[in-house]
């Protein structure tokens, strides 16, 4: 295996069982429960940060007519229209919420980019199976772009983003929204994007039983959100935007992952897809670092090379 970064693995080691925690079937209601207990939704006076910045959250309708939350935040102050970062939460499309992996985004970006967020409350498998929540996240793109005056957004500078999940999210979304001539996003965010359900990559083998999540909690995961289209061969890319054989036209990317994380193989694939397209495409891989490695170790000099990078492609990206 490729070794870890000296201060991740300390953090991993730190975190002990927790970290290396492997995600089955069976465990799915418990690890759902766990992780709702472990990352709750903060308030929003909390996310204000004492007035540093403005948040509301906006519910807008889905095709179905149930109602879809958006949570929009923003520096105070700011009277202009801001770029917008769209970003989808990861969790494996099993976990996580809109609301807590927003003061991470407000302090590292929104503050020093001058960026306006909204976060998406995408619904979670297996609930909710495919298409339900790249469904949500189109919807919610829709929405936030036809609301630009009342969010104080930029409708022509959006960046759609995501982490893990989040990130394959987002990768699916930029197809959707190509292929239904919606909203044309100027660029898109892949941290370690979850992109692939057949799990048959080197780096998925390579990293069972030893990454912070494997292809065990990986296969877990998709097939919460396949069902009975797991495995399926003519599974659309708007599932796994792996299986896209069409990857022109696409907004300007980013992806980053770790050389010790299951999603290795995957995010590089995805990456040279998109060059031999004619595409454009930044890719990262940091040394040393496993699945979710910024949020383990947020204080290791690779997560500050990764947070670096990632503000500068933000910045040049915007500037265009």
Not at 11 to 37: C, K, N, S, Y
Not at 57 to 72: F, H, I, Q
Not at 240 to 255: E, K, M, N, Q
């Amino acid at each position: 295996m490729p070794p870890l970064d000296p201060q991740v693995r300390a953090a991993v080691d730190a975190a002990g069982a927790r970290a290396r925690e492997v995600l089955t079937p069976e465990g799915l209601a418990a690890w759902q429960e766990r992780d709702a207990a472990a990352r709750p939704r903060p308030a929003l006076d909390r996310l204000r940060d004492g007035g540093r910045f403005e948040v509301e959250e906006v519910r807008v309708p889905r095709a179905d007519g149930s109602d879809l939350t958006l949570v929009s935040a923003r520096p105070a102050g700011v009277r202009e229209p801001l770029p917008l970062l769209y970003y989808l939460h990861g969790g494996g499309m099993v976990t996580g919420n809109a609301w807590s992996v927003l003061p991470r985004l407000l302090r590292g970006w929104a503050l020093p980019l001058g960026l306006a967020v909204v976060s998406v409350e995408y619904r979670l498998a297996p609930h909710t199976r495919f298409p339900g929540a790249v469904e949500d996240c189109y919807a919610g793109l829709v929405r936030a772009v036809g609301l630009a005056d009342r969010l104080g957004v930029d409708a022509r500078r959006v960046i759609i983003g995501g982490k893990s999940a989040g990130g394959g999210l987002a990768a699916a979304l930029a197809l959707l929204a190509r292929d239904r001539g919606g909203p044309a996003p100027v660029g898109q965010l892949l941290l370690s994007p979850m992109l692939d359900d057949r799990g048959d990559t080197f780096s998925s083998h390579q990293m069972a039983g030893h990454d912070t999540w494997d292809r065990t909690s990986n296969a877990t995961a998709w097939q919460a959100v396949l069902g009975d289209r797991y495995g399926a061969a003519d599974l659309p890319p708007y599932a796994a935007p792996a299986r896209a054989t069409d990857l022109s036209g696409l907004p300007p990317a980013y992806v980053d992952v770790g050389s010790a994380e299951t999603f290795r193989d995957e995010a590089v694939a995805y990456a040279d897809a998109i060059w031999r397209a004619g595409g454009e495409a930044e890719l990262h891989v940091w040394p040393g670092a496993c699945h979710g490695f910024d949020t383990l170790a947020p204080d290791a000099d690779v997560t500050q090379d990764a947070h670096d990078a990632r503000t500068r492609w933000l910045r040049r990206v915007l500037r265009r």
